[in-house]
C-alpha cells in the first residue's frame, strides 16, 4: 500500500535472500539458508552489499521502501553513510506490535505448497480445515515459522534491531511510529500516512 501510494519499488531483504536461495546464487550456499532456517539474521556484509546493488537499479532512483533493513547497527551506519554520500533523506517507520499478537499471527500462518496462497488459521481461514480453497492441497507450515525459531528471531530483534531505532532517535532522524498490535492493514497505513503527514510539519 505504501510503495503503491508512493509510486516507489518495495524491497524486502527477506524476499531478496529467499530469492536468491531459490535461484541457487552460488556465493549464497548452504550457510544462508541454514542461517535463515534457525532464525538468526544472515551476515551484515552479505546484506549490505545485497542492498546497495538492489538500490543502485534505476527503478530506484526517485525512492525506495526498505523492509527488513537495516536490523543492526553495523547495517544502519553503513546505510547512512550510503545514503549521505548520495543526499538521500530517509524516514524510519516503526511497526510497534506487542510479542504475543506476533506470535498468535505467525503460527496461526499456514501456505499452500501448490499454488503458495497464504491463509491465517486466526485471521484469513481456509473454508475447508487446512486445505487451500483453490486446490485443495493440504496446507504447510513454512520452516521458519515454529515457535521455536519464532522466540528467537524475536530475541535476535531485541538484541541487534531494538538499538537501530535507538541509534536514529539519538541522530535525530526522521523517525514516526505506529502502534500496529490490532488494527487491520488499511488501518495502519492510514495510520502510517496520518503520522508521516504530521511529521512533515
Ligand atoms: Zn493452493
Not at 527477506?14 to 532456517?37: K, P, S, W
Not at 524475536?154 to 536514529?168: D, M
Not at 539519538?170 to 502510517?192: M, Y
Request: hydrophobic fraction near 35%; include cysteine; proline fraction near 4%.
Amino acid at each position: 500500500m505504501l510503495t503503491h501510494c508512493l509510486g516507489v519499488p518495495h524491497i524486502s531483504t527477506g524476499d531478496m535472500l529467499r530469492d536468491r536461495i531459490r535461484h541457487g546464487a552460488a556465493e549464497m550456499g548452504t550457510a544462508v539458508v541454514a542461517t535463515m532456517q534457525s532464525g538468526a539474521l544472515v551476515s551484515d556484509e552479505v546484506v549490505n552489499q545485497m542492498v546497495e546493488e538492489r538500490l543502485s537499479q534505476p527503478d530506484a532512483k526517485n525512492g525506495f521502501v526498505l523492509d527488513g533493513y537495516p536490523r543492526t547497527l553495523d547495517q544502519a551506519d553503513h546505510l547512512s553513510r550510503w545514503f549521505d554520500a548520495r543526499g538521500i533523506r530517509e524516514v524510519v517507520i516503526y511497526l510497534a506490535v506487542d510479542y504475543n499478537i506476533v506470535i498468535a499471527r505467525l503460527t496461526g500462518r499456514r501456505q499452500c505448497p501448490r499454488c503458495g496462497t497464504l491463509y491465517n488459521l486466526a485471521t484469513q481461514p481456509p473454508s475447508v480445515d487446512e486445505m487451500c480453497d483453490l486446490d485443495g492441497e493440504k496446507l504447510v507450515i513454512r520452516d521458519d515459522d515454529n515457535e521455536a525459531v519464532i522466540r528467537e528471531r524475536l530475541a535476535g530483534y531485541e538484541r541487534q534491531t531494538q538499538p537501530v531505532l535507538e541509534h536514529y532517535r539519538v541522530a535525530g532522524r526522521r523517525v514516526v511510529e505506529v502502534d500496529a498490535s490490532n488494527d487491520p492493514p488499511e488501518t495502519v497505513f492510514k495510520k502510517i500516512c496520518q503520522a508521516m503527514e504530521a511529521n512533515d510539519r
